[in-house]
């Protein structure tokens, strides 16, 4: 039965969160950006984070995944900077951090910043350009 459930879970995934990661993600952007232009950078931070934290969220859901935060506590401050690096052993690495409510600093191998939608989304998130050579 569990199969069953998850397979229409990824059925569904396969459906429509990932077309509507695509929509909201390119929301997220336009918004971000519009409001990075006018100055309004902090508003541009909260709206983007809490867009994506929706698209991480219906990620999750249509994955059948669960994320459960353990040792919370031992992250920085929100005030703090930090920044994390994510082993990629899958590609809900970047879902599950922000499914932790913290928005860290993150970096992204150069290669990646060649694709358009990603390098929005990596502009908008401040993402540090890694090149690996």
Known sequence: M?????????????????????????VAIILGLLLRLVRLNKLSDAVSHGILSFVAVWIMFGLGSKVTVIGKENLPKKSDNYCMFPNHNSMIDIPAIYRTGRWPGMVGKAEVWKVPLIHGLLVLLRCVKLNRK
């Not at 059925?11 to 969160?17: E, F, G, N, Q």
């Open 2 to 26: 569990r199969k069953i459930v998850k397979f229409f879970r990824i059925l569904i995934a396969a459906i429509v969160v990932i077309p509507v990661f695509a929509t909201v993600g390119t």
